[in-house]
């Protein structure tokens, strides 16, 4: 069976809920629960999500990598002797000690366990920690929080890499794959921006249910087979900061309730060596009852919001 996961970072599962949008929600949809994770960063969630593994095994611990044969490793020695606890430590040391220039993003080698890419026939468009595209300057944060020139110039940059995504992703359909993985940043950098125009988020919302129509339109041309199709956020962003929950939604009934982010890795395997949806259904997750299913933050109501505050959680989610 062939599996497509389109990975909308920062999509937010109340924002879907509430609204119109049938293409984004699916047959089936819901939170992903990021209990035990120890950060709403990034490349930290993406990376549980493509290795099926919690952070202290897959090694990716943080937004940057420290560049250096000695300080990734001290990264992760303080990491595992502290069972965690060391995380704020090297939180201060990533944005008080080690300069931009020795830190860089996460990549394939970086990884300590397979992922669904090792599968045959896998495709990895633009994952954070395996093979982002790039993070130009023209992308950056930093001094466009409150900035409404900078934001502009930021948000229309990154359009416009959407746009160019959109258009690789069409191409790599036409070619023989097992499973594609894309990921688009769009909703989350104009969440960060926009924080206090919800309108233009939206729009960014409805972009992206278009997107998953168009998507489903190629599909039908292309692929003879059985598909399954994932749309994952690896966390929400509501009054432009991470929320600690992400969205999935899938294309047939699966039965899956309340899964965890590393829950997927198993699902996506087995669909890829199975013909049978059915014996998907019996291995989906569904979660004891009792169990408590969500490390609940409040959910949160879009409010007002200032743009000092919004600066102090984007340094220590690692995009300033
Ligand atoms: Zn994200």
Redesign the pocket.
């Known amino acids: 069976m062939k599996v497509l996961i389109v990975g909308l970072?920062?999509l937010d599962y109340n924002i879907v809920d509430s609204n119109e949008y049938q293409n984004l929600k699916q047959e089936e949809y819901g939170k992903i629960r990021l209990d035990g994770i120890h950060t709403?960063?990034?490349p930290v969630?993406?990376a549980s999500f493509i290795t099926g593994k919690m952070p202290k095994e897959h090694g990716i611990l943080s937004g940057r990598c420290w560049n250096s044969t000695l300080l990734e490793p001290l990264k992760r020695i303080i990491f595992r002797l502290s069972h965690g606890k060391g995380w704020c430590l090297i939180r201060f040391i990533e944005h008080w000690i080690i300069p931009q220039h020795i830190q860089r993003m996460y990549t394939i080698k970086d990884h300590c366990v397979p992922t669904i890419f090792d599968e045959d026939r896998s495709v990895a468009i633009s994952i954070?920690s395996y093979n982002y595209w790039r993070w130009p300057r023209e992308m950056s944060l930093r001094g466009s929080i409150g900035n409404e020139a900078k934001s502009k110039q930021v948000s229309e940059f990154i359009f416009k890499e959407f746009q160019k995504k959109r258009e690789f992703l069409f191409k790599r359909l036409k070619d023989d794959w097992q499973v594609v993985m894309i990921h688009f940043?769009i909703l989350?950098i104009y969440s960060h921006l926009y924080f206090n125009y919800p309108q233009k988020i939206l729009q960014i919302y409805t972009i992206l249910d278009d997107l998953i129509k168009m998507v489903k339109v190629e599909l039908e041309k292309l692929v003879k087979d059985e598909i399954i199709v994932f749309i994952i956020?690896?966390?929400g962003?509501v009054s432009g900061i991470?929320t600690s929950y992400g969205f999935f939604s899938v294309n047939v009934s699966l039965g899956i309730r309340d899964p965890h982010i590393t829950d997927f890795y198993p699902l996506i395997i087995k669909a890829i060596n199975t013909h049978n949806i059915q014996s998907l259904k019996d291995k989906t997750i569904k979660q004891p009852p009792g169990k408590k299913v969500f490390l609940r933050e409040k959910d949160r109501e879009h409010k007002k919001i200032d743009a000092e505050e919004i600066k102090e959680r984007l340094k220590e989610l690692g995009y300033l």
Do not use: A
Request: hydrophobic letters at 20%.
């Open positions: 970072d920062g709403v960063t990034t969630i993406w954070p940043h989350d956020s690896d966390h962003t991470h």
